[in-house]
């Protein structure tokens, strides 16, 4: 229920200190840090490289070093407008029906771009063979943007329904409020979706002012991760951009990063006390959180380190400051996992805090809250930095090692690693992250009195979301306490007064030239190197006869899975979740390792235990670093065997229940897909789900949990798989110890079913409705498709990956409908899939749209572009066949690149089919379809099926929403 617009994986480099780089070339670095490299052009752009071979695919992301934290009121969300126009045309690709076709031909699986308060960034993944395609469309998008006045105003009214959507998310609403708090001088820089006013009435002068002072080489960088040469691909970037020119006079971002004036950090003239109802929140709890500004790193850079490691201190499970607050039986905080702690680091918008879970919050709240947040800010927070015991040169080394820990995990894909990169690269950091300059110290003297500057000498933001319900019974003392309620038509910063704009002020007219000429790249018809065909597997046997499939990689992450049968088919609807709720226990306690101790490891070594449901089973899998994986096995292994049902436990697992049915009934996706289940499924064994629904939430119990792993241990129905550096003798003498000692009973066994096919009963559109989908309408067409076996099955995926594309052309971009539409196709024995409209804002052309849409499909064509006059351009789906199956392998590969993706994929394909490389026998499916065999397909199912419409709209749009 946090929003934070800004992630903080920059905080784990703080502490690093590798060596100094050293030089491979005139213009390129050779760092430390495994795989990766520097190169900096003559026009100033930098480019980083980091070579992971592991699949055939490349990562190319172009960052820019702006976004809301250079908004002035004026230009409140006209860089998050700008990123829209990016994928609109250019001098390569004309419009954006040419620029969706050339990430179509790359086979592009996914693309976006992001704009942050600090950064604006655009990324693709596409096949390695095709590095100069994806540069040079990157190239081509950053300087020779073309701007239509129809593209233009179509698109400000998408990115305006993001901002009326956000104004019924009372997510958006608490955090625009909160930072209005903090940063109320200049609220509209850490608010990158910006002002409704400027948007609506923004010009494109506006935008090229844009490009001349931010979109310049010496402003930005370029990475590149995967299956590449870096020099190589230097060579390319150094071909492509390096006659990118810039602007005279303009200078990068960071150099003048320190110009004008530091946020307050201190900016409340009192502990502010607000209350915000939040029908999100279950009835039994409450939250407390407090806010602080933090050090802004263009300013307080040296901080940061201290903000870091305070926050490494206060979030261990045994820290004073969660330990003490549970030990006040009167604050009502069940364990410390109902506690934790933040930092977000930002270059002028910085804040951290403490939340807190209470449970009975009609029990004198406001009082509570008022106790538990001074003894947080001026008492627990001063102990924790004075404890000598937290300073200790083992407790500082384990911290290091925790920081080098967290690079490795995410060094496991190329993406990830050019991600930490970028992230440093925004704020100035990367010399210290590559080890240029030394790096900061955590000394206690510092730490103490960052404490003090921060914390205990400033003032406060404490906010407590209450359930609306709750709120009502409690109104009166939260007013009398003195507390502001936060409503759900909160004035937001640029609807007040001293935040107004005079919009016939906005240029209209701009002296920026656009680049006359761009790099044209060769065509390169390779779709890339073939998946791998062979495996390095072996398949063994337990002493009792359970099947362990290990497949050896050279990561250094690790994975072991335990995969259970049965699935939803043993349950009946009204015990939804119970089997999901066992693994819950299995994988946070058991007989040997309390939920407290495990939380202790896990929290030191970073090795995650969990679960996920599916229809046909539920897996129990630990993921880490290969070598914290001995340490870890026995307490795993234990999980499974011996689940510990400690009160605690169960409370915690229970809150997340009533949690999760909180979030289904209002949160509009989430209610429109337990609708459509409900409905669809009726009398189905898929009716029963994974997790727990309102209908089965006050079913589950701990002796029914029981009775489940009685069925699981004694029937013998699981099987075993391991991905990574494994040694399998010692594996199997591990596990023969304690699994391989199971004795089975046939009688326990369960036998699978035969599953029937949904049957889609054709009615008239289910319109529900809820306020937190005000403004807009979520939509889904719903029908059944090729069960998970069907030689259709293939098809149907490849013909939902173009009729998305047709969607997009005809809904979003002809008629402008919806935000989003796209059609998913899921596969189990009884599959459902939707075609899906995502923040519809034309309520009466909805269904009308999607009807035009199928028939282009049904005809075997696919929409190009639409014209000026409302025409649109076509070609048939046999031209652009190869690509879309290009797309489709590449998200295979994809899959593949971590070995949590391996994990994933291995225990998916035993379920489903016996058959642990089944994946493989998939591409060459792929490879022989037709166009006619994907026309059949979405003919038969799309077009001839029964379909029907599910909806969740504000109260009062019923009638105005148009389906059939």
């Not at 096949?127 to 998008?141: D, R, V, Y």
Request: charged letters at 25%; glycine letters at 6%.
């Amino acid at each position: 229920m946090k929003f934070y617009p800004l992630k903080n994986i920059r905080k784990i480099f703080l502490l690093s200190v590798f060596s100094v780089l050293v030089s491979v070339c005139a213009f390129a670095e050779k760092t430390k840090i495994d795989g990766l490299f520097r190169y900096k052009l003559d026009n100033g752009l930098e480019l980083y490289v980091a070579e992971n071979h592991s699949v055939p695919l490349a990562y190319i992301e172009l960052a820019v070093r702006t976004g809301a934290i250079n908004q002035k009121k004026e230009t409140a969300g006209l860089f998050h407008l700008y990123e829209h126009m990016m994928f609109k045309g250019n001098a390569l690709y004309k419009d954006a029906a040419s620029v969706t076709k050339a990430l179509a031909d790359m086979g592009v699986t996914s693309h976006n771009g992001i704009t942050s308060t600090d950064c604006v960034n655009y990324y693709f993944t596409i096949p390695s063979a095709k590095l100069e395609e994806g540069l040079a469309f990157w190239n081509a998008a950053v300087r020779t943007l073309s701007i239509s006045e129809k593209e233009f105003e179509n698109e400000k009214k998408v990115v305006l329904s993001e901002i009326t959507g956000d104004q019924a998310n009372p997510s958006y609403i608490l955090h625009y409020f909160s930072n209005l708090q903090l940063f109320p001088e200049e609220p509209y820089k850490t608010d990158p979706r910006g002002s409704f006013d400027v948007v609506s009435n923004a010009t494109v002068a506006q935008m090229r002012n844009i490009q001349k002072e931010f979109y310049i080489p010496c402003n930005s960088a370029v990475f590149v991760g995967g299956d590449v040469d870096p020099d190589y691909t230097f060579e390319l970037v150094n071909k492509i951009y390096g006659t990118w020119k810039n602007t005279p006079g303009v200078v990068s971002q960071k150099i003048v990063a320190a110009s004008g004036n530091q946020p307050s950090l201190n900016p409340l003239s009192e502990t502010k006390f607000v209350v915000m109802p939040f029908d999100k929140i279950s009835p039994d709890m409450a939250e407390v959180e407090l806010s602080w500004r933090g050090p802004d790193l263009d300013y307080n850079y040296e901080d940061s380190i201290n903000a870091v490691y305070l926050d490494y201190v206060l979030g261990k499970p045994d820290s004073i400051l969660k330990t003490k607050l549970c030990e006040r039986a009167e604050y009502k905080i069940p364990d410390q996992t109902y506690i934790g702690t933040y930092v977000s680091l930002g270059r002028k918008n910085s804040t951290m805090g403490c939340y807190v879970l209470l449970k009975d919050p009609e029990d004198n709240l406001p009082g509570r809250t008022k106790e538990i947040s001074s003894y947080i800010q001026n008492v627990l927070y001063s102990e924790s930095a004075s404890a000598k015991n937290e300073f200790s040169s083992k407790n500082i080394k384990k911290f290091n090692v925790s920081q080098s820990d967290s690079l490795v995990r995410a060094s496991e894909t190329a993406s990830g690693l050019v991600s930490m990169a970028r992230s440093c690269w925004i704020n100035g950091e990367m010399d210290y992250f590559l080890g240029n300059k030394k790096g900061l110290k955590v000394k206690q003297g510092k730490v103490q009195k960052f404490v003090d500057d921060y914390v205990t000498s400033k003032n406060a933001l404490v906010k407590v979301i209450v359930n609306p319900s709750v709120y009502e019974k409690t109104r009166k003392e939260f007013i009398d306490a003195g507390f502001y309620e936060i409503k759900t038509n909160e004035e937001l910063w640029w609807q007040r007064k001293e935040f107004s704009v005079d919009i016939n002020s906005f240029p209209k007219e701009t002296d920026y030239i656009i680049e006359g000429n761009v790099f044209v790249p060769g065509k390169n018809g390779e779709s890339g190197k073939e998946i791998l065909q062979k495996r390095n597997v072996e398949v063994v046997q337990l002493k009792n006869g359970i099947k362990v499939y290990i497949q050896h990689t050279n990561s250094k992450i690790n994975a072991l899975a335990i995969g259970c049968m049965g699935g939803y088919e043993k349950y009946a609807p009204e015990f939804s979740g119970l089997e999901g709720n066992l693994f819950d226990v299995m994988s946070c306690s058991s007989k040997k390792y309390s939920m407290e101790a495990r939380n202790q490891m896990q929290y030191i070594n970073g090795v995650s235990i969990d679960k996920y449901c599916r229809t046909l089973g539920s897996v129990l899998y630990m993921y880490g670093m290969e070598k914290y994986f001995d340490d870890m096995m026995d307490v795993f292994v234990d999980g499974f065997l011996n689940p510990e049902f400690a009160d605690n436990v169960m409370e915690n697992i229970f809150d997340g229940n009533n949690q999760r049915v909180q979030s289904i009934l209002n949160s509009p996706e989430s209610l429109l897909q337990w609708t459509i289940n409900k409905d669809v499924f009726k009398d189905h064994p898929y009716r029963t789900t994974g997790g727990v629904t309102p209908d089965s939430v006050k079913n589950m119990s701990v002796e029914k949990m029981k009775e489940v792993h009685d069925q699981i241990l004694k029937g013998g129905d699981f099987f075993i798989s391991a991905i990574g550096t494994i040694n399998t003798k010692k594996l199997v003498k591990t596990l023969n110890r304690s699994i391989g000692a199971l004795r089975f009973d046939p009688e326990k066994q369960h036998k699978m079913m035969e599953i029937p096919t949904v049957q889609i009963e054709k009615k008239r559109p289910v319109i529900i409705t809820h306020p937190s989908a005000a403004g807009t309408a979520f939509c889904s067409r719903v029908f059944a498709s090729p069960v998970v076996d069907s030689p259709d099955a293939m098809a149907a995926f490849l013909a939902g990956q173009i009729y998305s594309d047709i969607l997009y052309n005809v809904v979003r971009e002809h008629y402008g409908i919806c935000y989003t539409p796209y059609s998913s196709v899921i596969t189990s024995k009884a599959p459902i899939s939707q075609d899906y409209l995502f923040k519809v804002s034309d309520y009466a052309r909805a269904g009308k749209a999607v009807k035009e849409a199928m028939e282009y499909m049904s005809r075997g064509v696919t929409v190009e572009k639409c014209n000026e006059d409302g025409s649109y351009v076509f070609s048939s789906i046999s031209e652009n066949l190869e690509s879309y199956k290009s797309k489709w392998l590449n998200s295979k590969y994809g899959n593949s690149a971590t070995t949590s993706g391996q994990m994933f994929r291995i225990m998916s394909d035993i379920m489903f089919h016996e058959d642990m490389d089944y994946d493989l026998k998939e591409v060459e499916l792929i490879k022989k379809l037709t166009a006619e065999d994907v026309v059949r397909v979405f003919n038969k199912y799309w077009v001839e099926g029964n379909a029907n419409w599910y909806a969740v709209t504000f109260p009062g749009n019923e009638k105005n929403l148009v389906l059939e």
